[in-house]
């Protein structure tokens, strides 16, 4: 089949190199199309790129001599693009949230990584092993704005939480009906971006704050757990989550301590790990290219899971899980990491990508 052709928005940032990287050898989609600011435009990506690279594989050869557009440059951008990943940092999220449907209102459907449209009801809002069936919401966004060529904006989530919400779904979706949930995160500094925290905040530092995260970490699970109504998402209300996120001194890989309460029902240590063992979405089903075969992974070591050692498992897109122990105050207590370039980022907007093609919607 001939490849997708594609574009990348905020291609020169910490997210928009991971997907150029993460999709040399994509067997859909192919990169045709760079944009950032004003400030790269009119550079070729390498030369926009050389004093920042951040992956540890060479820039590929195809991506190498893109001329770099400015994102607001419509003139330029190349007719072939079928779609777009956004992986843009405006200064203003107003301005992001524009711009990504005019993408949409061109006919160019845009699978995001910026927080500026996550809170619109009509946007979905993915994590495809969770709330796939929310794709359904685009034909509501279509209407009510009016967009009659295809184009649409979906998003996908913070990236402090991928690793807590599919294990939670996981024990919900059981049957076990959670109450609250608390939870610490320990995030590391790709998560800010390039050049991101300063060196002299960070090395040999823990910063106990985050600039919006908390609010994303506990706002964004109802999204992601609601259900279709007839303007939008409505969020699900029936859970309690309260979340302190920290940086820390760790190059790429968020991790997060976890307290639960159920509502009813407690499952058993055997039952927890069996559920998460046993999980497979629709993901697994259809064989999406980055889809993780197991997407719950857990690991019995009591010092595990470990950014360096578990943030790559199943090529980044798997939750790794350990620690699992009974809670004093609440019920259970377990220690959850994903990667967050790659699932919390640019491997989970190219999951999402996998999934809208697989449904159809370019
Ligand atoms: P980044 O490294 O700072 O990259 C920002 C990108 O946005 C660059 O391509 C930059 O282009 C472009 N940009 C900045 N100002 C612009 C402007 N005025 N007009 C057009 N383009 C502009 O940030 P990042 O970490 O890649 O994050 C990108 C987005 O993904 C953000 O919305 C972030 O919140 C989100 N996100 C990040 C992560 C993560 O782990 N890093 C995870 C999930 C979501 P120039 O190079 O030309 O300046």
């Not at 790269?40 to 557009?69: C, D, F, H, N």
């Not at 800010?192 to 910063?207: K, Q």
């Not at 993780?292 to 199943?314: A, G, S």
Request: some cysteine; overall charge positive.
């Amino acid at each position: 089949m001939d490849k997708i052709k594609i574009g990348v928005l905020g291609a020169t940032g910490v997210v928009g190199q991971n997907y150029v990287r993460l999709l040399i050898n994509h067997p859909w989609f192919e990169i045709v199309d760079v944009a950032a600011s004003p400030r790269s435009a009119g550079k070729t990506y390498i030369e926009a790129v050389k004093k920042k690279w951040q992956m540890i594989v060479p820039i590929p050869e195809k991506v190498k001599s893109l001329l770099v557009r400015d994102v607001q440059d419509f003139n330029s951008l190349n007719p072939e693009v079928s779609f777009v990943f956004s992986a843009m940092d405006l200064p203003n999220k107003d301005d992001t949230r524009k711009l990504e449907f005019i993408y949409a209102s061109k006919g160019i459907p845009v699978v995001s990584n910026s927080s500026a449209n996550r809170r619109i009801v009509d946007v979905p809002m993915l994590i495809p092993e969770i709330n796939h069936k929310h794709v359904d919401v685009i034909p509501i966004q279509q209407k009510n704005r009016g967009i009659e060529n295809g184009g649409f904006v979906a998003v996908k989530p913070n990236c402090s939480l991928q690793s807590y919400m599919t294990p939670l779904y996981a024990l919900e979706q059981a049957g076990y009906k959670i109450d609250k949930v608390i939870i610490t995160t320990l995030q590391a500094t790709s998560g800010a971006g390039y050049p991101g925290v300063p060196s002299l905040d960070l090395v040999d530092n823990i910063i106990p704050y985050i600039s919006g995260e908390e609010a994303k970490s506990e706002e964004e699970p109802l999204k992601i757990l609601g259900k279709i109504g007839e303007k939008g998402i409505e969020n699900y209300k029936d859970i309690q989550i309260s979340t302190t996120c920290t940086r820390v001194p760790v190059v790429d890989g968020h991790t997060a301590s976890v307290n639960v309460k159920f509502k009813d029902k407690v499952p058993t240590r055997e039952e927890i790990l069996k559920i998460w063992n046993d999980f497979k979405s629709l993901p697994q089903e259809l064989n999406l290219p980055f889809a993780p075969k197991q997407p719950i992974i857990y690991i019995d070591n009591e010092d595990r899971p470990q950014p360096r050692k578990d943030r790559d498992n199943d090529k980044g897109m798997a939750v790794t899980v350990g620690r699992l122990r009974k809670d004093n105050v609440f019920d259970w207590k377990f220690v959850s990491l994903s990667h967050n370039t790659i699932r919390g980022a640019a491997g989970g907007g190219i999951l999402n990508a996998e999934l809208l093609k697989a449904k159809e919607f370019f």
